[in-house]
């Protein structure tokens, strides 16, 4: 149970003082807990469990909590409530979580005496696990002083596997549109996880390119002939024009948010084991219900293979053309700057073949995207739904408690590091040897793309960060930081060898350009009217500083 210990929750601490049987990870902020709750149940597919005191406490769990849920994983939040006697009356930190939370959650009550607390905690587990997502109990200070009234639980809490998949009439509709199809791309996510093979065999009978959503990443890339790469903001141009050239998109365990990179013209096919998904993010005219792997065994033997090749073939050039355009960014120069791009595909290549990488939301999502391999065995977790900042930190704090064998890395942004920076020190408190990768560039970098694209000047974006080398080492850390391309490998190896937490501080060009795979008109427009605007306001070496970094490599 991650969480910060206080008054209100002192019942159940004790409890577990007392027991032995779980086990409390102490952290130094709530929000800290519920991430890293969220990062061992992603990792694990079972219940993780994070706890707040009362009021402000409970509060701070609320982001990690959203992103949680978002991302439909697992998690008991334990909210810690005021003294029963005295809600309702405006008593000192009183909020009332069963209202707070109830957005952020499949399920959200409070218990008010102890008889309640058996049913109310098990059918919480129990709608956690089944329902993939958050559930809170709230718990009064004085009730969880109190005995319980029952030793023994009533549930077992196994993960269900139920198979789900379409009817037999609309298996045949959905495999002789598939027959009649030329040109077939397939739009993948995590909804595929556990069918790798199946979504490789219909590949190859559909002769159809993969594209993959972000969280699909880890699921799909490895072992893929067929894959062109991921499309949206953080993607491939082979990816977007894989989707955009396609006669059929088939959408499989893919909730991909980005209407505007859907094809306009093609049929679209969507096959989702939750239905109220389908049609959320783009027209669709075959809707189908059902889990991928079971619908997919199902199809397969329908299927004839595609004799039409050209579709596949011009998607993989593509996607060849692209990859080595993003492979000629990430190289060492012969001093500064280091661009990150290489820093990446250096961390690739010494991280263990099972590492599990966690990446801050912006910059650091974009160039994980891009430049980490999977393999089958390596996990990536991210804020990829809820798009929080400084949850990589969080998140590797509990990968490597659920996973103390397993190398584990956080691939952090000046921004996101430093806003949960205080949780070093659980890294220090319950010797958990995580790697930390800083990369500064002293603002917030995605941020500030965001603006050039709109034609805003830069602002607010600032930050004056300290030497966060020295703060690691300060901490109890290993503190290192690169000054110099040359550098960059073995301070990484170093990093990764060490016996403990270590910080890697990387200072990266503010300037680094991370194109989308396509640029609209309006994007065009707006980064030419950054242009004049920065001149104009007496901030032309912004222009300068941004071609020497991106054109002189």
Not at 382 to 406: C, E, K, T, Y
Not at 486 to 500: K, N
Not at 519 to 527: D, N, V, Y
Request: aromatic share 6%.
């Amino acid at each position: 149970m991650y969480g910060v210990s206080g008054d209100s929750l002192n019942g159940i601490t004790d409890a577990i003082r007392a027991t032995q049987r779980l086990e409390w990870i102490h952290v130094r902020h709530e929000e800290t807990a519920a991430f890293a709750a969220g990062a061992e149940s992603h990792l694990t597919g079972g219940l993780a469990v994070c706890a707040g005191s009362c009021g402000p406490g409970n509060l701070h769990l609320i982001n990690g909590l959203y992103d949680c849920h978002r991302s439909r994983v697992p998690v008991l939040a334990i909210a810690a409530q005021i003294p029963s006697g005295e809600i309702g009356s405006g008593y000192f930190q009183e909020t009332h979580p069963e209202h707070l939370f109830r957005e952020c959650s499949h399920y959200c009550e409070l218990v008010s005496n102890p008889h309640q607390m058996p049913r109310v905690l098990e059918i919480a587990m129990q709608t956690a696990i089944s329902r993939r997502g958050v559930a809170v109990v709230a718990v009064p200070g004085d009730v969880a002083l109190q005995n319980a009234v029952e030793n023994s639980p009533r549930l077992r809490f196994s993960v269900p596997r139920p198979t789900v998949c379409p009817s037999e009439d609309e298996l045949n509709i959905l495999a002789d549109l598939l027959i009649r199809t030329e040109k077939i791309t397939i739009l993948s996510g995590a909804g595929c996880a556990g069918a790798h093979d199946e979504l490789i065999e219909l590949a190859d009978k559909l002769q159809a390119p993969i594209v993959h959503a972000m969280r699909g990443k880890e699921f799909i890339e490895y072992e893929n002939p067929f894959d062109v790469g991921m499309t949206g903001l953080l993607g491939f141009s082979s990816g977007y024009h894989a989707m955009m050239s396609c006669d059929l998109l088939l959408m499989i365990g893919t909730d991909f948010p980005y209407q505007q990179f859907f094809p306009k013209d093609a049929t679209v096919v969507q096959l989702d084991v939750r239905g109220e998904q389908i049609g959320r993010r783009t027209k669709v005219d075959f809707g189908f219900v059902g889990d991928t792997k079971t619908t997919l065994q199902t199809l397969l033997p329908k299927l004839k293979k595609n004799k039409h090749t050209a579709h596949l073939k011009e998607s993989l050039e593509r996607y060849r053309r692209a990859r080595e355009g993003l492979d000629d960014m990430a190289i060492a120069n012969s001093g500064t700057p280091i661009h990150p791009q290489y820093v990446t595909r250096v961390l690739d290549r010494l991280a263990a073949e099972d590492a599990i990488f966690t990446c801050d939301v912006g910059t650091p999502t974009i160039w994980a995207a891009r430049y980490l391999t999977m393999n089958g065995k390596r996990r990536i977790i991210g804020s990829f739904n809820h798009g929080s900042m400084a949850n990589a930190l969080p998140q590797a704090i509990g990968a490597q408690v659920s996973h103390p064998g397993r190398q584990v890395i956080s691939m952090s942004g000046d921004g996101g590091f430093a806003m949960l920076m205080g949780d070093l020190l659980t890294l220090r408190q319950h010797r958990l040897p995580v790697k930390l990768i800083v990369f500064k560039n002293d603002s917030l970098a995605f941020v500030e793309l965001e603006m050039k694209a709109a034609g805003i000047v830069n602002y607010g974006t600032d930050l004056s960060n300290p030497d966060f080398k020295t703060i690691a080492e300060g901490a109890g850390l290993l503190g290192l930081r690169a000054e110099a391309s040359a550098q960059v490998e073995s301070l990484v190896r170093d990093a990764l060898r060490y016996d403990g937490p270590a910080l890697v501080e990387i200072p990266v060009p503010r300037q680094e350009l991370s194109m989308p795979p396509t640029i609209t008109l309006e994007q065009a427009k707006g980064f030419s009217l950054f242009m004049m605007r920065a001149v104009l306001s007496g901030r032309g070496d912004e222009i300068i500083d941004l071609a020497r970094v991106n054109l002189l490599r």
